[in-house]
Nanobody, 126 residues
Framework: QVQLVESGGGLVQAGGSLRLSCAAS????????MAWLRQAPGKEREFVAA??????????SYADSVKGRFTISRDGAKNTVYLQMNSLKPEDTAVYYC?????????????????WGQGTQVTVSS
């Protein structure tokens, strides 16, 4: 069992940056694939980014819509995963969720994640 708490959302102008944080409970942080997903009003929840420790290094995956603008990273000492978001666009406006699953595989399917945070709102104004 792991509990996830997100922070760092807010209102930013287009072209700006935000960094989201997700603090995870537990002592086996490296065993989890960690992901960020988002849900805009009236839309389905969608994958944004994920990383996983394969035993040899971290594997990462990004949605095409955020490649080159967003970066996922984690700090094992703090049991925290981050999402650095640069060059934000109005279409990035959504509630952003941190999610986790016990795995060494990076998943883009939201239904494969077992643990979820409460979400943090990101609003990008034009």
């Amino acid at each position: 069992q792991v509990q996830l708490v997100e922070s760092g959302g807010g209102l930013v102008q287009a072209g700006g940056s935000l960094r989201l944080s997700c603090a995870a409970s537990g002592r086996t942080f490296s065993r989890y694939t960690m992901a960020w997903l988002r849900q805009a009003p009236g839309k389905e929840r969608e994958f944004v980014a994920a990383d996983s420790w394969s035993g040899f290094g971290f594997a990462t995956s990004y949605a095409d819509s955020v490649k080159g603008r967003f970066t996922i990273s984690r700090d094992g000492a703090k049991n925290t995963v981050y999402l650095q978001m640069n060059s934000l666009k109005p279409e990035d406006t959504a509630v952003y969720y941190c999610a986790a699953v016990t795995s060494r595989i990076v998943y883009s399917d939201p239904t494969l994640y077992d643990y979820w945070g409460q979400g943090t709102q990101v609003t990008v104004s034009s």
